[in-house]
C-alpha cells in the first residue's frame, strides 16, 4: 500500500479536476473576450455555417469528455515522469487546458483520444527539460517510508533512475507498453512513427534496463548517471 501511495496516490478528486477543467476553459475563452482586435473574429464567428458551430462545439465536448474519463491515466503517466504529485497535476492541466483550447483543430474525431494523449505526453516531455531540485531521498522523507516499505520503494526508484537513462521516446515507449498497458499500434499512433520503428525502441529500451538493473543489483546501490 505504502508503494502505491507513492505513485499512484491522488490528493485531486475527479470533482475538483472537473472545477478546474471549467476554469481551464474560461481561460481558454478569456483572450477573445471584450478585445476589440477580435471583434472581427467574433463577427465573423456569428457568420459562421451551422455545420462548423456544431463540429466545433462537439470536438470541444468530445475533448472535455475523454479528460474526464481518462484522468487517471493521464495523471499516472505524468507521475511516472514527474515523481510528485504536484507537478503531475501541472502537468495534466496544462496538457487539458491546450486540450480544450486545440479542439476546434481536431479533424479526426475518430481519433481525438490519440490526440488528447499526445498532447500530454509532450507535456511531459517539456517537464523534463525543467530543472528539478527533488530527489527520490527527498520522496522518502517526504512520506516517512521506513523498513520494508522503503526496500519497496526503493525497488521502485531503481526502476525510475534506470528508466530515466533511456532517450526520451524509449522511456515513453516503455511506459506506454508495460505501465499503461498499451498496444504497439497504438503507441506507433500517439509517437507518430511505424510498428517496426517502435518495437526497435522498446528492444532497445528494455535490453539497457535490464543491463542497468542487473549491475546495480550486484553493486547494492541506487544510483545511476553517476
Excluded at 25 to 33: D, N, S, V, Y
Excluded at 46 to 61: G, H, P, T, V, Y
Excluded at 82 to 99: C, P, R, S
Amino acid at each position: 500500500r505504502a508503494r502505491q501511495g507513492i505513485f499512484l496516490k491522488k490528493n485531486f478528486s475527479m470533482k475538483l479536476f472537473s472545477h478546474t477543467l471549467y476554469l481551464i476553459f474560461q481561460r481558454a475563452e478569456e483572450p477573445f473576450r471584450n478585445n476589440p482586435r477580435t471583434a472581427p473574429l467574433r463577427k465573423e464567428g456569428k457568420a459562421m455555417s451551422l455545420f462548423s458551430q456544431k463540429r466545433e462545439n462537439a470536438n470541444r465536448e468530445l475533448v472535455e469528455q475523454i479528460l474526464l474519463e481518462r484522468y487517471n491515466q493521464y495523471y499516472r503517466l505524468a507521475y511516472r515522469y514527474a515523481h510528485n504529485e504536484a507537478d503531475a497535476f501541472d502537468i495534466v492541466q496544462n496538457g487539458a487546458y491546450k486540450a480544450i483550447r486545440s479542439s476546434h483543430t481536431l479533424k479526426e474525431p475518430q481519433y481525438a483520444q490519440t490526440w488528447v494523449y499526445r498532447i500530454m505526453l509532450n507535456e511531459c516531455f517539456q517537464h523534463l527539460k525543467r530543472p528539478s531540485d527533488s530527489s527520490y531521498e527527498d520522496m522518502l522523507d517526504k512520506y516517512g517510508l521506513e523498513g520494508k516499505a522503503a526496500e519497496d520503494c526503493y525497488a521502485d526508484v531503481d526502476l525510475q533512475n534506470a528508466l530515466d537513462t533511456l532517450t526520451e521516446k524509449d522511456r515513453c515507449v516503455v511506459i506506454l507498453k508495460y505501465f499503461e498497458d498499451m498496444k504497439l499500434s497504438e503507441i506507433a499512433d500517439i509517437l507518430e512513427e511505424n510498428v517496426n520503428t517502435v518495437k526497435s525502441r522498446l528492444y532497445r529500451g528494455l535490453r539497457k534496463l535490464q543491463g542497468l538493473l542487473l549491475d546495480e543489483a550486484e553493486k547494492g546501490g541506487t544510483a545511476y548517471g553517476a
